[in-house]
């Protein structure tokens, strides 16, 4: 079983910079596909980005793409989510997921929550315009 925690929301501006971590705890995630998502206030939860196994692949939503950055620390068990230019519309609960398949790379449909067997409980984005 894996528990995932996100962690680093909070308050910032239009414009600036937050970056969002979660960290994997029962079994290591080191060979799992991982994913964020997000949910706005009255909204559904929407993919935001994934990131394969080894972390040399990345795929982003096009609203996201160019701004946002995933990465992943194997020996630490944590990915990350690096926003930049943030915009009021990027407020949101963020999750992480994880795909508990071993070297799963980003495969047909990253961006579908079906796909992912672990979530967190989310962090808190808010962007202030």
């Known amino acids: 079983q894996v528990q995932l925690a996100e962690s680093g929301g909070g308050l910032v501006q239009a414009g600036g910079s937050l970056r969002v971590s979660c960290a994997a705890s029962?079994?290591?995630?080191?060979?799992?596909?991982m994913g964020w998502f997000r949910q706005a206030p009255g909204k559904e939860r929407e993919f935001v980005g994934a990131?394969?196994?080894?972390?040399?692949?990345?795929t982003y939503a096009d609203s996201v793409k160019g701004r946002f950055t995933i990465t992943r620390d194997n020996g630490k068990n944590t990915v990350n989510l690096q926003m930049n230019s943030l915009k009021p519309e990027d407020t949101a609960v963020y999750y992480c997921?994880?795909?508990?398949?071993?070297?799963?790379?980003?495969?047909?449909?990253?961006?579908?929550?079906?796909?992912?067997?672990?979530w967190g409980q989310g962090t808190q984005v808010t962007v202030s315009s």
């Open positions: 997921a994880s795909r508990a398949k071993d070297f799963s790379g980003l495969g047909l449909a990253p961006f579908s929550e079906s796909e992912y067997d672990y």
């Open positions: 029962g079994r290591t995630v080191s060979r799992y596909r």
């Open positions: 990131i394969s196994w080894s972390g040399v692949s990345t």
